[in-house]
């Protein structure tokens, strides 16, 4: 039922061509994302404006720098990364680097990002892939201790993930962060904290943006603005419910391109379990 979901992967991928990100355009031609958002968003009463999707670079270039740095900040040299998707995060943090780095997805998408990282010579030693879902803790636990043994801290991190969940599966996800972390020590650093009032302002500029947010449910199955949160008062105290002190962040991503400066800083999360 999550697999739904992997297709916006390939969305995001194709946006994040368009960024200076390292690998990015390499990943996006190797998993087709451009013809996978046209087969996405292909319907009769829809035309999809492919080269016009450059327009949420920034965003996206944004978001995976601040998720980037502040992850970087938190000083531990083991990365768990949930629903890692086509992001070449693992591939970059684990480049003539002693850090470590477990992408986590679901099987399919896993091995399609093994062939990839394969194609691009990228298959460091000290990068994993743990094929699961971020829902089954146990799975979860498993892989982490599979992958490192020795118990150091742990950052764990994750965009694009929370956004697609409800509460109920929002919640589940924080539980089996929280044993890892009450496990094993660490962080956990997140952009996926978004309100339906922001989400809304984008949906219902026009009649084409409001497709849109049918399309993206047509296809996941899931509607972006009932599983976000009402407001940052909710945010906190879900996570506080969940057994984490969190603080929120505005992050300036590393984004030196004139056409991001107009971009506001990036929210970014980072909670460690109480
Ligand atoms: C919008 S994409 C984001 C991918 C990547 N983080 C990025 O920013 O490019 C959502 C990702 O969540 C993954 N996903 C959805 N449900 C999942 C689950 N239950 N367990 C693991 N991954 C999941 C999908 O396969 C997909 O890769």
Not at 193 to 221: A, P, S, W
Not at 256 to 267: C, G, M
């Amino acid at each position: 039922m999550y697999e739904q979901i992997s297709s916006t992967a390939h969305v995001i991928a194709h946006i994040r061509s368009f960024t200076n990100i390292p690998y990015a355009g390499t990943i996006a031609l190797l998993a087709h994302a451009r013809e996978e958002t046209a087969a996405f968003y292909h319907r009769d009463d829809f035309d999809v404006d492919l080269d016009g999707m450059q327009k949420l670079a920034p965003w996206i270039e944004q978001r995976f720098y601040s998720l980037h740095q502040r992850a970087l900040r938190q000083g531990h040299n083991d990365y768990v990364e949930l629903a890692s998707g086509l992001s070449p995060g693992g591939i970059l943090r684990t480049e003539e680097s002693e850090n470590r780095y477990l992408e986590v997805d679901l099987p399919e998408m896993i091995a399609q990002k093994k062939k990839i990282a394969e194609q691009l010579e990228a298959t460091h030693p000290n990068l994993g892939f743990a094929a699961l879902s971020v829902l089954d803790g146990a799975a979860l636990l498993k892989a982490v201790q599979a992958a490192y043994p020795e118990m150091h801290e742990l950052t764990v991190l994750n965009e694009g993930l929370l956004q697609y969940l409800t509460h109920e599966e929002k919640r589940t996800v924080a539980d089996n962060v929280r044993r890892l972390l009450r496990f094993r020590g660490g962080t956990w650093v997140t952009t996926d904290i978004v309100y339906k009032n922001e989400l809304l302002e984008g949906y219902e500029q026009n009649d084409k943006t409001r497709r849109v947010r049918q399309i993206m449910f047509e296809n996941t199955g899931r509607d972006m603005v009932e599983c976000a949160f009402e407001n940052e008062a909710e945010a906190h105290a879900f996570m506080e419910s969940a057994g984490f002190f969190a603080t929120r962040y505005w992050q300036k991503g590393r984004f030196d391109s004139p056409r991001a400066s107009h971009l506001e800083h990036q929210q970014v999360w980072v909670m460690s379990s109480r």
